[in-house]
């Protein structure tokens, strides 16, 4: 009788280990023919880049398909140009965003304050502000700005660039396990991004400069902290991600990914306004960037996103009791250590793709000479310099 216990189950672990050999071979076969399908229309044939995210370059050259033709080492004139457009869409959706935002804000704020003060004659001006600013009122304008500028402004350039916006749920190979994995590692990242941001401010104001543009009287009621938890935890994860992510880093994937990575992480820093943020959501782009791509998909950074942000709405709600900010803080810290090795451990096997000189040529060379791409990036760094000098001391 064990004998026979002992038969069936060395026949059920054999089992077992046919049917993961059999999903392992029948994944890799799917993985070949998705790899033969994209090679016909990219022709850069570049091993380190995730194939499955690369995009139809017969958009850019449409005789790519030409048994007889290959792409040149330098791009032509013609080439330049196609690219060009993409990257001007880019930089002129984010820059147009950027306006929009701050235009709608504008109105709203001073429409609400003319309403205010028709409803109470008798109040000053300031104290109009005041209320505004301590209440729900200016959290939720900006949650209403940022929700119709991000989703807004990322599926007009979608369009605009002929871009499928289902491309950001096409998830491949994602489960629990790397969600876990990406939020630790993104911790470990946050963190060291956030040392970096306070020694950039520091330096800042030993020089009489503050480079904080934030509100801290901003939702002191307890509607306003609920609107404010709502738009930093769920809203700005989500549409930030489709803005930058999903739309930006997909429309500058047309020739170089890795170049589409970084230049997602470069707008994603300079919408955050001032230089300490930006230092921390660029480092933070960088691998939301990679994560998106590795997957297919926008949802492991927002799940990351998400993440990240909540814990930084724990430490407000804790800042005032020193005893539970110092249990949180330990965990932080045992979290992010947790997070150097998972890290460690998803590079060594998840390698951000490398570009080809060919690529590189195609990528900053070519954007560099973006009219979109330059008045954006001009803008903005204006912006966060004036911001600077608004605050001297």
Not at 103 to 129: F, M, R, T, Y
């Amino acid at each position: 009788m064990n004998e026979t216990q002992g038969y069936s189950a060395e026949y059920a672990a054999l089992n077992h280990e046919i049917y993961s050999l059999t999903k392992q071979l029948e994944a890799k076969e799917r993985e070949l023919k998705e790899k033969q399908k994209t090679d016909v229309y990219d022709p850069f044939d570049n091993p380190s880049e995730y194939h499955w995210y690369n995009d139809d370059y017969s958009e850019i050259l449409p005789w790519i398909t030409m048994p007889e033709f290959s792409v040149p080492f330098e791009p032509a004139k013609v080439e330049k140009n196609a690219l060009r457009k993409y990257y001007n869409i880019g930089g002129f959706i984010f820059l147009f965003q950027f306006l929009f935002s701050n235009v709608l804000a504008l109105l709203l704020i001073s429409l609400i304050q003319l309403i205010l003060g028709k409803l109470n004659p008798d109040a000053a001006s300031g104290a109009i502000e005041h209320y505004m600013r301590g209440g729900s009122i200016f959290v939720a304008i900006n949650l209403i700005i940022y929700l119709a500028a991000n989703v807004g402004f990322a599926f007009i350039g979608l369009k605009w660039a002929k871009i499928k916006p289902s491309f950001m749920l096409n998830t491949r190979d994602y489960t629990f396990s790397d969600a876990v994995v990406h939020c630790l590692a993104g911790l470990f990242i946050w963190i060291c991004a956030g040392f970096i941001s306070s020694g950039i401010d520091d330096i800042f104001s030993q020089y009489g400069f503050s480079t904080d543009i934030l509100d801290r009287d901003y939702g002191k009621t307890a509607l306003g902290f609920a609107i404010m938890t709502i738009y930093s935890c769920i809203i700005a994860p989500l549409t930030e991600e489709i803005m930058f992510r999903g739309a930006l880093m997909k429309i500058f994937s047309k020739a170089d990914r890795r170049f589409a990575i970084f230049m997602s992480a470069v707008f994603f820093g300079l919408a955050h306004g001032n230089i300490p943020q930006f230092m921390l959501a660029f480092l933070i782009g960088i691998f939301f960037g990679h994560i998106d791509m590795k997957h297919n998909s926008i949802i492991p950074s927002v799940v990351v996103h998400i993440f990240i942000n909540s814990m930084v709405t724990v430490i407000s709600l804790l800042k005032d009791n020193d005893e539970l900010m110092g249990l949180y803080g330990l965990a932080l810290i045992a979290g992010s250590v947790v997070g150097l090795i998972l890290l460690i451990m998803f590079r060594v096997k998840n390698k951000l793709p490398m570009s080809t000189p060919a690529q590189k040529l195609r990528g900053i060379s070519v954007a560099k000479t973006s009219v979109g791409c330059i008045i954006a990036v001009v803008i903005h760094i204006g912006y966060m310099a004036l911001n600077i000098i608004a605050t001297k001391q």
